[in-house]
């Protein structure tokens, strides 16, 4: 830009040289008519083109340096010119109205999901998610991390309420036919220790001590006297274990009237169960007393500083940007994208932060600008005004010389004829 100010400041002054070297030069001639016309011709264009350098010059600075009145406008207006230029600014050029009327014409949110789809996939974004993700793991404190879940833990233990999940946990267990199972355990188990040897000579001992401890008078006492002599120890714990196996058989067969009849019993006692206040008021008071006495704040650091290995092993796995994280985010872009509801939402938001953010620092405009004409002296500020538009400042002068010419050639030709 230096160079072209230089170069038409460079031809204004050659301009200015030939008008006045033309009208020196026509001196010897000025008898003649053409040199009439041309000394009339090049006087005018020497006075033209020393006008506009003088109303050029007068503009940035003294001409000759002489304090010539009304010269050096620019030195000694600047503050006037500088609140114009401010005022221009927020009223004219950049007022709120235009920033507003420009910024909802903009899709914001159409570039901004064409923007998270370009740098999702970029090696940037990678990077710098990865390391965040690792920073924010490494930056969790499990020991005050886990005071915090425990407490919260046993707040939520605390309010769970028996009378709710009693009922629920019933349904399932007969849902799920656990009471015939655990009657089908409770046979096998009883089906199991009758079958031992031990059992058997533990029975026979137990038939023969109640035996011989029955009370009983004249002819009943003989019949258990005889009955006594008849079978010993041995064979009363085969006949007991015997009745006991036949028993769990006949229990174990699946349409036993007196299975039926016994899992009727259970069933109605555990609906029973669902509305026992006692039993829900013992199951609540244990579940408070063992919560109060559970210490779970190390297990918790435990477990949160397993998880925080875990986790970190997985991200520093190669694959796991793009095998784990970059699906899951170009899912969540897509799925956005086809929602205009939250589309419009976002742009809606985005264009009232923009509107509050351009009220609130609208002035801030001027005062920017103000601030950076302030700190430039006169001579910086002239220098930089003469380069953007000193070479149409110069081509006024060139122009000034040249219409100064011919109006002085049509000026004396008017002469000559009149």
Known sequence: MSKKKNKSQHLATISLAVMGAGFIVTFPFQDSLWGTILQGGFEAGLVGGLADWFAVTALFRHPLGLPIPHTALLPKNRKRIIAAIISMLENDWLTKESIRKKVSSIPFTEKLFNFAEQAITGQQVR???????????????SKKLAPII???????????????????????????KYDEKALDFVLK????????????????????????NIKADGFMQFALKSFTNIVNEEKLGSIIQGLIQKGVQSFGDPFNQNRQTLLFHI???????????????????????????????????????????????????????????????????????????????????????????????????????EENLEKLDNKTLINMIETNVGKDLQWIRVNGAVCGFLIGLVLVGLKLIF
Not at 158 to 168: G, T
Not at 324 to 350: C, G
């Open 267 to 369: 069933n109605t006692k555990l609906q029973d169960i669902k509305t026992d206040e006692n039993l829900v008021l013992e199951i609540n008071n244990i579940k408070e007393q063992m919560i109060s006495h559970w210490h779970l704040e190390d297990k918790i650091t435990d477990f949160i500083e397993q998880l925080k290995e875990k986790a970190i092993t997985l991200i520093e796995l190669p694959n796991f940007y793009e095998g784990y994280l970059l699906p899951h985010l170009s899912k969540a872009v897509e799925n956005l994208k086809t929602d205009d509801k939250k589309i419009n939402a976002i742009e809606t938001w985005i264009q009232q932060q923009i509107s509050v953010f351009v009220d609130h620092n609208h002035s801030k405009i001027g005062k920017l600008v």
């Open 127 to 141: 990077n710098v998610t990865i390391k965040l993700i690792q920073h924010l793991l490494l930056s969790v404190d």
């Open 189 to 212: 188990e009883i089906d199991d220790w009758s079958k031992k040897e031990s059992t058997k000579e533990r029975l026979g001992r137990m038939a023969v001590d109640a035996l011989e």
């Open 150 to 176: 425990e407490s919260e833990l046993k707040v939520k233990l605390k309010d769970l309420d028996a009378s709710k999940y009693l009922p629920v946990i019933i349904d399932q267990l007969l849902k799920r």
